[in-house]
Nanobody, 121 residues
Framework: QVQLVESGGGLVQAGGSRRLSCAAS????????MGWYRQAPGKQRELVAT???????VVAESVKGRFTISRDNAKNTVRLQMNSLKPEDTAVYYC???????????????WGQGTQVTVSS
């Protein structure tokens, strides 16, 4: 089976930086788009940033210029570098990946378990 495991969450002061990592493992043939989403208390889950296998990115306006998404295709990992953090960035951050898996060659959407990022003012 396929699994996404996130790491890097925690408590950080406003203006600080944090890096999130997500590693995909299991019966993986290939990974198309990978990305990060977040959900703050009482709000809907929202897109933060995505990156295709070829490196094309989409970044939410609210984090543009502060957050950078990158991936290592050889290691099946995606990272989110978060700089100049603000209290409104506080949320649970979820890794997402579109994965072609063995033995069915089907393409499925997977989510990580989420990692909490709390930005104090």
């Amino acid at each position: 089976q396929v699994q996404l495991v996130e790491s890097g969450g925690g408590l950080v002061q406003a203006g600080g930086s944090r890096r999130l990592s997500c590693a995909a493992s299991g019966s993986i043939i290939s990974i198309n788009t990978m990305g990060w989403y977040r959900q703050a208390p009482g709000k809907q889950r929202e897109l933060v940033a995505t990156i295709t296998f070829g490196g094309s990115t989409v970044v939410a306006e609210s984090v543009k210029g502060r957050f950078t998404i990158s991936r290592d295709n050889a290691k099946n990992t995606v990272r989110l570098q978060m700089n100049s953090l603000k209290p409104e960035d506080t949320a649970v951050y979820y890794c997402n990946a579109e994965i072609e898996e063995m033995p069915t060659f089907s393409i499925k959407n997977y989510w990580g378990q989420g990692t909490q990022v709390t930005v104090s003012s």
